[in-house]
């Protein structure tokens, strides 16, 4: 089978984003296991249906606007989730380590994302974006509709904010 089929692309966008893209659209669904699945599944049949000369090059940050788009849209008809999307993002680590490590390292983890959720939304997308999917800064801009220097604002404030409200930073 040629590379440039839809079916090749999306096995390996399927085998390289699945998971991934399952956990940041469990984030914005807040903690929707189900429907981020459902969410994903969409996203790759939208692949499936493209040419693939329309995400070449650029299939990452495709992947995640159609995802972030598709959640949204779910988001605006239904009403609001029960679990917030830092306890969703808490299910997301399965490895484990011996059992005080695991302990200190959950704590840490757990504080960290309860205190991303007091951020702003924005802050809070685009950390996300840049930490959980490991995202470039041109690929958060073009997912979320922001230019390239407003996401590294967005960023270096969030980190910054966060970084007080961790006790790290008591200049502030």
């Known amino acids: ?30 903690g929707d296991w189900e429907r981020a699945r459902d969410v994903v599944q969409d996203t790759f049949l939208k692949l ?15 992947l995640y606007t159609v995802t972030r788009n598709r959640a949204i849209d779910i988001l605006r008809k239904d009403k609001p989730m029960t679990l917030s999307s ?9 490895w484990r380590l011996d059992p005080a490590a695991e302990a200190e ?11 991303v959720e007091r951020l702003p939304e924005n802050q809070r997308e685009v950390i996300r ?3 959980q999917a490991d995202l470039s800064y041109k690929e958060i801009a073009e997912i979320t509709d922001l230019s390239v220097s407003n996401v590294g604002f967005l960023l270096h404030t969030g980190i910054k904010r966060l970084r007080v409200l961790m006790g790290l930073d008591p200049s502030l």
């Open 105 to 115: 390292r959950s704590e840490s983890h757990a504080e960290v994302l309860r205190l």
């Open 48 to 62: 499936y249906q493209q040419d693939p000369a329309t995400v070449q090059g650029r299939l990452k940050s495709w």
């Open 86 to 94: 830092s306890e969703a993002f808490e299910a997301i680590d399965d």
């Open 129 to 131: 974006l840049k930490f």
């Open 1 to 30: 089978m040629p590379e440039d089929t839809p079916e090749s692309m999306v096995e390996t966008a399927h085998r390289d984003f699945e998971g991934p893209l399952i956990g940041y659209a469990a984030g914005l669904l807040g």
